[in-house]
């Protein structure tokens, strides 16, 4: 027993002894001149991060923010890259990054690099950026809105389960997957789609100085490949990572700029919290009641993708 | 009696999880702005190398103190592993020396060939510091 309390009182006094070192050097952190950040934009764009093994994982507005914070406040940091390999994400999370990217252009030069889709969201965010940089074959643009759920009405007729629909308001209840929805209820949610859509597409057009006919084009929400994209004015040049890192370079004055990466990298502890988290929903509820409540919280969720 | 291999490296990855929590985390958070691209020694900043060597000596510092202290550390508690001299007692020069390659998994996979060829299942900085690593029935 006593040598099993040695053993402990040795291990917290070598990690007080770590924690306390760390804060002594704290004030020498991001030391570091003529540096280029790249800050990755990978997965769906969030409200906040998610390794959920059931419904996909993505990046919090807030994780992208604070890396881009950290290479604002680093002297050192002379320009940022944005890694985007992103399909898009929610319309609120993929704003705030956007409209962080922006500011943030303003004190210093931000390329955006496309790899393999960099679409709607995460064109949005591109857009706000300097310069956009992106493969031939990359996929982008997609300036559109959607929002979808899966309406289980007719499933529940089927078996005889009916819906007790108890409301103060008529319009409370819209979007429910419980009732199909009636053609006034359709047509008001297309009308909010459509007004988010066209705060999106000022957005880009503003960022991008489109003209009315280039405007007209993206409207549709439709993607495009690199070279179509470079075209119609969507990316200014192809290229990958050497591309994109010369170009901030270049932006920035700079010759022999360090590359520094910016990722908030996932702990084994938190993996396992994101699993046993989801383990336990499951367990308690089972599978089929964790996908069919994720539809129901969900159901208002409109994505920029 | 000497100890069979799988137990010692249980026992060191254990050690390793320990050494990583209240050590490696802590200190790496001073280069978080990790360096991706080392394309020559020059672009490796000078805090990088002071950290990493901090790492690295306190790590040597938690088997050396507790093998010292109690001729265990957590991992070899757990895995019924003790340290022991071959001599009187083991002092804190020979515990230094037989935990000296820990600081680099690299150095310490080079030590630990001699396992295989050693009658009593010796590191080679084991040997030099005529330390051996045993079973122990108790904890």
Known sequence: ?305 | MNVGNFRRVFAFLVDLAVVDVIITRPLSKLVGDEISDVSNLSDVSLELIIVSLLIGIIGVFYWTILEYKVGQTLGAWIFKLRAKSLNKGMNFTQALLRNATKISVALLIVDSINIFFSEKKQRYFEVFSKTVTLRSEER
């Open chain 1, 1 to 305: 027993m006593k040598k099993i309390r040695i053993i402990f009182t040795t291990i917290i006094l070598l990690w007080v002894a770590a924690y306390f070192i760390s804060l002594g050097f704290e004030n020498k952190r991001d030391v570091i001149s003529d540096g280029i950040a790249i800050v990755p934009i990978k997965g769906a764009i969030l409200p906040e991060d998610s390794n959920d093994i059931l419904s996909g994982s993505g990046m919090g507005s807030d994780t992208i923010i604070n890396n881009l914070k950290r290479a604002e406040n680093n002297d050192g940091i002379k320009a940022v890259v944005l890694e985007i390999n992103s399909p898009g994400g929610t319309v609120v999370a993929s704003r705030e990054v956007a409209n962080y990217v922006k500011s943030l252009s303003e004190k210093k030069p931000i390329v955006a690099w496309i790899r393999e889709v960099g679409a709607s969201g995460a064109y949005w965010i591109a857009s706000s950026s300097d310069v956009i940089i992106a493969d031939e074959m990359s996929i982008t643009g997609s300036v559109g809105v959607i929002s979808s759920y899966l309406e289980f009405s007719g499933l529940l007729e089927r078996y005889g389960v009916e819906y007790e629909r108890l409301v103060a308001g008529d319009l409370k209840d819209v979007g429910s997957p419980f009732r199909d929805l009636n053609d006034n209820e359709r047509n008001l949610m297309n009308i909010k789609l459509k007004k988010i859509q066209d705060i999106f597409i000022k957005d880009v057009a503003e960022n991008r100085k489109l003209d009315n006919a280039q405007i007209n084009e993206i409207r549709h929400g439709f993607f495009y490949l690199g070279v179509e994209a470079k075209e119609l004015g969507l990316i200014d040049e192809f290229g990958g990572r050497e591309k994109a890192i010369a170009k901030a370079k270049e932006l920035a004055g700079i010759k022999d700029g360090k590359v520094v990466e910016y990722k908030s990298e996932k702990s084994l502890l938190d993996l396992i919290e994101g699993f046993t988290n989801k383990a336990f929903f499951s367990m308690g509820r089972g599978i089929g009641m964790s996908l069919f409540k994720n539809e129901i919280e969900n159901k208002f969720e409109i994505l920029a993708a």
